[in-house]
């Protein structure tokens, strides 16, 4: 069943997609930094997790995200899922992987 | 124990720091969109979850991230994860709980 366009509802949908498209290319950014942030650890004997640093991470987003009205505790699960996938690409690159492009596997 | 400070390590935690800032600021007013179309939504009938749009979303979605060296595997998997939230804010909307605020529970 085909469903009339609807202008309204197109116009917010536009504007989800810009959102979106700044942070595909925000997050790109973000894995080129870890990307060197865990050839730097891998090089300096680091270990690739650090406990400390994520738990700082999160309080400071969880306080950000009451600033700018976002659910804290969706806040924290986003910043644990993005941080989940750059533990695997560290360890990837601890492992002596290092065909890594800027978070692609 | 205490762990030295690295001055070069904390450059590249500072960037990534800066961008985390940005992702919050954009999934907030991702939310406050999502908001609008899930009351819309509602006012007109229409069902919160939009399976052809999600799948558009991801095809368009993946695609930039090739050009921006993102795994596109990842940048669907964040999708969904946002979309999930979404849903579940829109049936909460449909289901008369109107006292969300800007995507906070």
């Keep these: 069943m085909a469903i009339e366009p ?3 509802l197109e116009r917010m949908r536009a504007s ?3 959102i979106d498209a700044a942070l595909v290319h925000l997050l ?3 894995f080129k930094i870890t990307q060197a942030v865990g ?3 891998a090089s300096a004997g680091l270990p ?3 406990p400390a ?3 700082a991470q999160i309080a400071r987003l969880r306080a950000l995200a009451v600033e700018s009205g976002l659910d804290p505790s969706f806040t924290e699960q986003f910043l644990r899922f993005i941080v989940a996938e750059v533990i695997h690409h560290h ?8 065909d890594l492009d800027g978070g692609a596997r």
Tied chains: 1, 2.
């Design 6 to 8: 609807d202008p309204q």
């Design 16 to 18: 989800i997609d810009n």
């Design 28 to 30: 790109a950014e973000r």
């Design 39 to 41: 050839e730097y650890k």
């Design 48 to 50: 690739p997790a650090d």
């Design 53 to 55: 640093r994520e738990d």
């Design 91 to 98: 360890q990837r690159i601890a492992a002596g992987d290092r």
